[in-house]
C-alpha cells in the first residue's frame, strides 16, 4: 500500500502562482511514476503533469511552460510548481502514484482544491 498526502491549494487570483506538495508513504518499491491528475466540475479527471522514477516528465498542452513538476531529493515527495494561474485550472487537484507499466495499479491522494479567481 502506497498513502499519498497532498498540501498547498488554494485560492489565488488569475497570473498567481501555487506549489502543490504531495508525501508518499508504505511500499514505494517498484513505482514507475508519480503525478497530477485533476477534476473540474462536471468534467473527467484528466492528467495535469507526471514523472517517471527514470526522471521523465510528461505534460497536459494546456499547461505546458506554466506548470513544473519536480521531486524531492528522497523520491517520495512530488511537487507541482503552477505559475501563471488561469481560471480554467480550477479544479481539485489529486497526486497519483503507478506501479506498473503495462499492467499497472494506481494509488490516489486525498485530493486538494485549487481555486483561480478572474
Known amino acids: 500500500q502506497v498513502q499519498l498526502v497532498e498540501s498547498g491549494g488554494g485560492l489565488v487570483q488569475a497570473g498567481g502562482s501555487l506549489r502543490l506538495s504531495c508525501a508518499a508513504s508504505?511500499?514505494?518499491?517498484?513505482?514507475?511514476?508519480m503525478g497530477w491528475y485533476r477534476q473540474a466540475p462536471g468534467k473527467q479527471r484528466e492528467l495535469v503533469a507526471a514523472?517517471?522514477?527514470?526522471?521523465?516528465?510528461n505534460y497536459a498542452n494546456s499547461v505546458k511552460g506554466r506548470f513544473t513538476i519536480s521531486r524531492g531529493n528522497a523520491k517520495n515527495t512530488v511537487y507541482l510548481q503552477m505559475n501563471s494561474l488561469k481560471p480554467e485550472d480550477t479544479a481539485v487537484y489529486y497526486c497519483?502514484?503507478?506501479?506498473?507499466?503495462?499492467?499497472?495499479?494506481?494509488?490516489w491522494g486525498q485530493g486538494t482544491q485549487v481555486t483561480v479567481s478572474s
Open positions: 508504505g511500499s514505494m518499491f517498484s513505482l514507475n511514476a
Open positions: 514523472i517517471t522514477s527514470g526522471g521523465s516528465t
Open positions: 497519483n502514484a503507478r506501479r506498473g507499466t503495462t499492467t499497472y495499479y494506481d494509488y
